[in-house]
T-cell receptor, first 116, second 118 residues
Framework: AQTVTQSQPEMSVQEAETVTLSCTYDTSENNYYLFWYKQPPSRQMILVIRQEAYKQQNATENRFSVNFQKAAKSFSLKISDSQLGDTAMYFCAFTETTGTASKLTFGTGTRLQVTL | EAQVTQNPRYLITVTGKKLTVTCSQNMNHEYMSWYRQDPGLGLRQIYYSMNVEVTDKGDVPEGYKVSRKEKRNFPLILESPSPNQTSLYFC?????????????????FGPGTRLTVL
């Protein structure tokens, strides 16, 4: 069974600084996708960034980038130039692309606080 | 506007009183799913549906029922709610059963339903 582990329950970063959130996963599949979701106080689940396992190039979306290490099964999220609006719970998630149906397997989340 | 809607957004009920949380999407998506979110556990899948009249259990299906009579709707039914079902519930949908086939074809989440069972 696939598992996703986020070992940092809480993190804090000052505004304009850079922070990295960690995520590791376990799977025997070769084709899969990884995601980072943001959940602000409004509780809405917002897709931040996605990575296809077959792509070696790390995904980037503006201030958000990932460090995808397939052999190590690691998928960390880097937030550059942190803003107060980045304060949220961040979930790492995984889905495989084979089989008859798919689901997102989530980590337990990292609560990020951006401070002045 | 493309969206997934859930109703109600908040619900407080008592043990044993049947309830239904509705979910509707306007994107003609095939795949729909229910998750529950609990502190320290992340989101866990309850049930999913690959298309009309096709549903299957996720990781934590006990105490829940679903139905998919129409493509756009996927209600979650708690026949006899218990306090351990107090949680935040999310409905989600995607175009493909594989969740991702192209850029932008990801899983869309509803706004969540906060359920408290006393």
């Amino acid at each position: 069974a696939q598992t996703v582990t986020q070992s940092q329950p809480e993190m804090s970063v000052q505004e304009a600084e850079t922070v990295t959130l960690s995520c590791t996963y376990d799977t025997s599949e070769n084709n899969y996708y990884l995601f980072w979701y943001k959940q602000p106080p409004s509780r809405q689940m917002i897709l931040v960034i996605r990575q296809e396992a077959y792509k070696q190039q790390n995904a980037t979306e503006n201030r958000f980038s990932v460090n995808f290490q397939k052999a190590a099964k690691s998928f960390s999220l880097k937030i550059s130039d942190s803003q107060l609006g980045d304060t949220a719970m961040y979930f790492c998630a995984f889905t495989e692309t084979t089989g008859t149906a798919s689901k997102l397997t989530f980590g337990t989340g990292t609560r990020l606080q951006v401070t002045l | 506007e493309a969206q997934v809607t859930q109703n109600p957004r908040y619900l407080i009920t008592v043990t044993g009183k049947k309830l239904t949380v509705t979910c509707s999407q306007n994107m003609n998506h095939e795949y729909m799913s229910w998750y529950r979110q609990d502190p320290g556990l992340g989101l866990r899948q309850i049930y999913y549906s690959m298309n009309v009249e096709v549903t299957d259990k996720g990781d934590v299906p006990e105490g829940y029922k679903v139905s998919r009579k129409e493509k756009r709707n996927f209600p979650l039914i708690l026949e006899s709610p218990s306090p351990n079902q107090t949680s935040l519930y999310f409905c989600a949908s995607s175009l493909s059963i594989f969740l991702v086939t192209a850029q932008g074809d990801e899983q869309f989440f509803g706004p969540g339903t906060r359920l408290t069972v006393l």
